[in-house]
């Protein structure tokens, strides 16, 4: 079991291009998140997902699109990337009930030049 | 919104206990984590309080008060490998959570 898998690890892009980070759970999870980390912000929410098929803006969406078509896949689209959106990006998953927690990928390092 | 204030930095000395603090406001409140991040690493789960009183789990202790808006982590014995980010946040009714900027705490020989 691999839990939550992200891809790519790093990543190194051009302003103004398209890119997609692939995020996958075999948790069978009903919630998944995607936040952003930048040095002195924390964690922020950009989007995220309670079941398949649904989706919500987080703390700060702007420029960022995703899609829940399963389970198991959470993919986050920047479609014109901007040097503001270098950062470390981090998918996560829960079951969404009380007790539970969130579990997070490895992360994705984006640099946008 | 949430507002979720903790320290930037602490140190300690190996074998020592640190106290990590976390105040909160909240437009909603349905518990507070706390998470633990090395360098480089995604944050890992550490603990969970929803009622007001202590969890203890091995060295980590955890405290809520939700009439105040504060927890605390309490890190017992320490160790190198506890150098680390620890991170707070908080679960509104939507189940989305709130991060704190993370506490590093450094600790030395």
């Known amino acids: 079991i691999a839990g939550i898998t992200q891809a790519p690890t790093s990543q190194i892009l051009a302003a103004g291009r398209r890119m997609t980070l692939r995020c996958t759970q075999d948790m069978r999870h009903n919630a998944m998140y995607w936040y952003r980390q930048d040095l002195g912000l924390g964690l922020r929410l950009i989007h995220y997902?309670?079941?398949?098929?649904?989706?919500g803006k987080g703390e700060v969406p702007d420029g960022y699109s995703v899609s829940r078509a399963n389970t198991d896949d959470f993919p986050l689209t920047l479609a014109s990337a901007v040097p503001s959106q270098t950062s470390v990006y981090f998918c996560?998953?829960?079951?969404?009930?009380?007790?539970?927690?969130?579990?997070f990928g490895p992360g994705t390092r984006l640099t946008v030049l | 919104g949430q507002n979720i204030d903790q320290p930037t930095e602490m140190t300690a000395t190996e074998g020592a206990i640190v106290q990590i603090n976390c105040t909160y406001q909240?437009?909603?409140?349905?518990?507070l984590f706390w998470y633990q991040q090395h360098a480089g690493e995604a944050p890992t789960f550490l603990s969970y309080n929803v009622l007001d009183g202590l969890e203890e789990k091995g060295r980590f202790s955890s405290f809520l008060s939700r009439s105040k808006g504060y927890s605390y982590l309490l890190l017992k014995e320490l160790q190198m490998k506890d150098s680390a980010s620890y991170l707070c946040a908080v679960r509104d009714n939507d189940y989305k959570l709130s991060f704190g900027a993370g506490t590093t705490v450094t600790v030395r020989a």
């Open positions: 997902s309670n079941t398949a098929g649904t989706t």
């Open positions: 909240t437009s909603g409140f349905n518990g």
């Open positions: 996560a998953s829960s079951h969404g009930t009380d007790s539970d927690t969130q579990y």
